[in-house]
């Protein structure tokens, strides 16, 4: 079973910036997508980045321009870097890793961690 441990949440006032990272407790065999989510009081979860493997980026349209997704397959992590951050990305941020098995494909998630964004 892998454990995936997010890091870097906290309270940051608007215009502020954070770097969330989420960390694979063993090593991945073949990381396929690897993405961050998020979910907000009352709202579904929403995609907000994902980074494929051969390093396509995908993010969605409210944070276009102002998040970064990268990872490090060495460290089996994903990071995300959070810009110009405004009150409505308040949410719980969840990351998400897809791994290539040798039948199938593995499905996992981090706990969730809290982003605050106020002044």
């Known amino acids: 079973q892998v454990q995936l441990v997010e890091s870097g949440g906290g309270l940051v006032q608007p215009g502020g910036s954070l770097r969330l990272s989420c960390a694979a407790s063993?090593?991945?065999?073949?990381?396929?997508?690897m993405a961050w989510y998020r979910q907000a009081p009352g709202k579904q979860r929403e995609l907000v980045a994902v980074?494929?493997?051969?390093?396509?980026?995908i993010y969605g349209d409210s944070v276009k321009g102002r998040f970064t997704i990268s990872r490090d397959n060495a460290k089996n992590t994903v990071y995300l870097q959070m810009d110009s951050l405004k009150p409505e990305d308040t949410a719980v941020y969840y990351c998400?890793?897809?791994?290539?098995?040798?039948?199938?494909?593995?499905?996992?998630w981090g706990q969730g961690i809290q982003v605050t964004v106020s002044s």
């Open positions: 998400n890793v897809a791994e290539k098995l040798v039948v199938g494909i593995g499905d996992y």
């Open positions: 980074v494929r493997s051969d390093g396509t980026t």
């Open positions: 063993r090593s991945l065999f073949s990381i396929e997508d």
